[in-house]
């Protein structure tokens, strides 16, 4: 079932996290990179405490190398090597995703108007909900961020912000989880 169309949004039992090509050459020549690592970093570790998969992508290893240091570690399911600007152009990627059984996926990563567009747009066209982080996606050029951002939405892609996306798969405040979240929380102020 398409839950674009039910309006669902993104739960503990529906999403994965799927973090793109936060990559050691890409990464240092993104706009505001400092604020990038730190949000995809929150909701990676938001994810590892609250038991959802993540997927880690990189783009072309050969040419822009591993994911960031900081990062890589977070990746509880699979890192994806691919080619393809779309994650769902890499058969790996669609095989491991079946295999989840998600409904939702949640993207941060670079860049917003390539590699994370492209797969939005095409889990929308795989039937997934989409929820793309605002604060934890960047490009290399400050004006093509908000053009990625456009574009994925005029497609049905849902945006948040990360405290948004986690707060959201936390769903109330007298869970265990939210006692491990909140000095996370604090720490990203």
Known sequence: MNSQASGMMATTANSVLV???????????????ELLEQRVQLLMKGAQILGIPIIVTEQYVRGLGHTIDSLGK?????VVEKTTFSCFGNE????ILRSLERTCLVL???????????TALAGIGHGYDVVVAE???????????????????QHGVKTDCTEGV???WLGRCD???FKQLLPLF????
Do not use: W
């Open 19 to 33: 973090v793109v090509d936060v990559q050691e050459k890409l990464f240092p020549i993104c706009q505001e990179k």
């Open 74 to 78: 977070y990746a509880s399911v699979a």
């Open 92 to 95: 790996d990627f669609r095989q």
């Open 108 to 118: 941060c990563g670079i860049e917003a108007h390539i590699c994370v567009a492209q």
């Open 135 to 153: 604060d934890a996606i960047s490009t290399r050029l400050p004006h093509t961020k908000a053009l990625g951002i456009a574009k994925m939405r």
């Open 166 to 168: 986690l707060f959201n």
């Open 175 to 177: 869970r265990p989880a």
């Open 186 to 189: 604090k720490e990203s102020i």
